[in-house]
């Protein structure tokens, strides 16, 4: 897999303040989760995913998990009517790592 299909597969991290605390929160027996959540196309699977993230930060990854968020209707009143829209639909993928593994660029953000 080379870095212009990588590329393809990954768009951006995503990081949140609820994903921010899914990344530090511990689990019963103390370990950190461990997860981060990226935007993919919307055409990637998750062996497709795993592979990617594997490979372009050097992590060893145990689990993927995906879903596609709809876009939202939008509104807007102006003076000349009511402008309806929506935003675009996409898919998340939430990966979770292996113990003692991180990916770094998102520990900076």
């Known amino acids: 897999m080379d870095n ?3 590329n393809k ?3 951006r991290p995503i990081v949140t303040e609820k994903m921010t605390i899914m990344k530090d929160k511990k689990k019963r027996n103390g ?4 997860q981060y959540a ?3 196309s919307k055409d990637s699977n998750k ?7 594997e490979k372009k930060f050097n992590v060893k990854v145990d689990s993927v ?3 596609n968020v709809m876009g939202k209707s939008k509104v807007r009143y102006t003076k000349g009517g009511v ?3 929506r935003s675009r639909n996409w898919k998340k993928a939430v990966i979770t790592l292996a113990k003692d593994n991180k990916i ?3 520990e900076g953000a």
């Open 4 to 6: 212009s299909m990588i």
């Open 9 to 11: 597969i990954l768009r």
């Open 31 to 34: 370990e950190p989760l461990n």
């Open 38 to 40: 990226f935007e993919v």
């Open 47 to 53: 062996i497709e995913i795993k592979a990617a993230v």
């Open 65 to 67: 998990r995906t879903s």
């Open 83 to 85: 402008n309806y829209g």
């Open 104 to 106: 770094e660029f998102v």
